[in-house]
């Protein structure tokens, strides 16, 4: 069947994907089936999209930093009738099944809703099942977050340039921490080039300061980084798959600037329990 997605932006332009296949995820990322840029509200897989006869399963990814708006009223995930409209953040998902100006809306019977419920996740679990389990055992052990000190690039005044540039980046970046990871790494390197640099500029204060700011922020960030893997661990040894699959999302967002098998593991393992628990919401919903 044909489906699409259009993303309607705030400035009255929009643009068309079709739905290839049985599900998609939709994004910022590269790696999401459907990618759209220039949207800092969606995470890089902000949600799933998976066309049905009758609607169009949708589930946002949990943990997302901006949710979701249908007709008013939060939401998490379900299915949608076709010509419906998802609001996130400045921008508007309208999920269609239909070519542009034949728009169709169809009303969604409860018994074939909750027949597609259980298609999608027994798609899904079919799709993304491993024969040894329905996990994925993990392929390596946690790499480090943070690499050697990074050079200055530069000496005398330039150097001293330099550092106060990367000290009030860094003390931006780190203050920004609790709502992205990644600014808290970021922030670590730049601690690193403003201690070099205040080295090489003669600075022995600042670069001491530097490296005492540097030294904290890396303490706290590792904290959190063996606090949110043990976490997973209990998670996934108990089957609560909502508190693994926050986890997963946490620590995806520390190692964002790694690759590696650790970073595979992690995306497929977020991809498997998404999938577990939507399929679990479903059969709750279907049990009502």
Request: charged fraction near 25%; aromatic fraction near 6%; glycine fraction near 10%.
């Amino acid at each position: 069947m044909d489906a699409y997605v259009e993303v309607l932006r705030p400035d009255g332009t929009a643009e068309r994907h079709r739905i290839e296949g049985e599900q998609m995820t939709l994004g910022r990322s590269p790696a999401a089936g459907i990618t759209v840029t220039g949207v800092d509200e969606l995470e890089p897989e902000h949600l799933l999209v998976a066309p049905r006869p009758d609607g169009c399963w949708v589930a946002i990814a949990k943990g997302s930093r901006v949710g979701a708006v249908v007709r008013g009223a939060a939401f998490e995930h379900g299915l949608l009738a076709w010509g419906s409209e998802i609001e996130i953040g400045s921008i508007k998902l309208k999920v269609s099944n239909t070519e542009p100006g034949a728009a169709k809306e169809q009303k969604i019977s409860m018994p074939i809703a909750l027949v597609a419920f259980v298609a999608i996740g027994l798609a899904g679990w079919m799709l993304l099942s491993d024969p040894n389990g329905d996990l994925p055992e993990t392929a390596a052990t946690a790499p480090p977050l943070f690499g050697a000190l990074p050079t200055c690039g530069a000496d005398g005044p330039a150097a001293l340039h330099n550092a106060g540039e990367a000290a009030e980046a860094a003390a931006a970046k780190s203050e920004r921490y609790v709502f992205s990871a990644q600014d808290g790494v970021t922030a670590v390197a730049l601690y690193g080039k403003a201690q070099v640099c205040f080295g090489q500029a003669g600075q022995t204060n600042d670069a001491r300061r530097m490296q005492t700011e540097r030294e904290a922020l890396t303490r706290r960030i590792e904290e959190d980084y063996t606090t949110h893997r043990l976490r997973l661990e209990r998670g996934l040894h108990l089957r609560h798959f909502d508190d693994a699959l926050a986890e997963t999302r946490s620590l995806r967002a520390l190692t964002r600037h790694l690759a590696g098998p650790y970073s595979e593991w992690l995306t497929l393992l977020e991809r498997r329990l998404q999938m577990l628990v939507d399929t679990a919401a479903l059969k709750a919903a279907s049990a009502k």
